[in-house]
């Protein structure tokens, strides 16, 4: 009946219908970068979605938003989550790591796992890998056809950095 008072309000009318808001969060420690300046066309395309890169200082690899592990690929190098409002994300680790079979990388979570942001995800062996592929970039993809806008595009972020990008 509150809900109905609010309508009946005026100005709060299609407020009931709008998505909430969330924050997004970074993923790891390192440099912030426009996705288009990924190493492969695939992401800096944008063929799969908008979203953003980290190069990262290590391998350590957080969740960006609260939301539920979807799911994560046998290699351990990709996972996708889903926050409550229904967004959905791709988190990528490097370009080509899928031929690494897994090697190098540890989960920390499991597919159906509540997450907050900032909670560990994935570590991977940076040197390891960086010998291995064409990049260690930490990739996150908005799926649900969102845009971003770089809010410190080059800069330097630490992990859990907030007001890294705006969700459009």
Known sequence: MEA???????????????????????????????????????????????????????????SPMDGVVESIFPTLHALALKNSNGTEILIHIGINTVTLNGDGFKSFVSEGKKVNAGDRLVTFDMDFVKDKVKSTDIIVIFMNGQSCELLKNGADVEVSEEEIVNIK
């Open 4 to 62: 109905l008072k609010e309508v009946k309000g005026g100005n709060k009318m299609f407020n009931i219908f709008k998505k909430a808001q969330f924050k997004i969060v970074s993923p790891a420690k390192g440099k912030l970068k426009d996705i288009t300046e990924v190493n492969d066309k695939t992401f800096s395309t944008k063929t799969l979605g908008d979203g953003f890169a980290i190069e990262p200082e290590n391998g350590d690899v957080h």
